[in-house]
């Protein structure tokens, strides 16, 4: 049998009769409050980060690896992608296609046991940056031709 008192608000007792033992009396309060004041600045007191352990650690590491190396091969993608546009040759009759194909490809392979994360960061943005330069000079040398040809498709001859 279980009888509850109320006490002032904050308190509930129970009280529990047990057998061949004297009624025992438990407190539950609702607020377990800090006794001190260091123990209510160190419950309330920014800290600072908590170190992590090893399994943390590599947990992250992983967790950063993994989104880098999909957003490397993402940029893989997107450059190979990218190359189609370019189907001229260059001075020695190779296609601009292969040769930025070529280039990328041995990029990717020199850095491709890189661990520093501000180093991976720099590749990649480096190399979406040159990406999206090279596809915008496409665009303008297009447009440019395109242009050339309107203005000589309207000329009296």
Request: net charge positive.
């Amino acid at each position: 049998m279980t009888i509850k008192l109320h006490k002032c608000g904050a308190v509930l007792i129970h009280l529990r009769p047990y057998r061949h033992r004297p009624i025992n009396h438990h407190r539950c309060f609702l607020h377990n409050g800090p006794d001190t004041v260091e123990e209510l600045l160190d419950r309330h007191v920014v800290k600072k980060e908590k170190s992590l352990d090893d399994d943390e650690n590599e947990l992250l590491n992983r967790q950063r690896l993994t989104s880098t190396r999909r957003e490397a091969l993402s940029l893989y993608r997107d450059i190979i992608r990218a190359s189609r546009f370019f189907m001229w040759p260059d001075s020695r009759g190779v296609l601009w296609r292969d040769v930025l194909r070529e280039n990328a490809r041995k990029e990717f392979e020199e850095a491709r046991f890189e661990k520093d994360p501000e180093v991976i960061t720099r590749l990649l943005i480096g190399g979406r940056d040159a990406v999206q330069a090279a596809l915008d000079k496409l665009v303008e040398k297009h447009k440019q031709q395109i242009e050339k040809e309107r203005s000589d498709s309207t000329r009296p001859h």
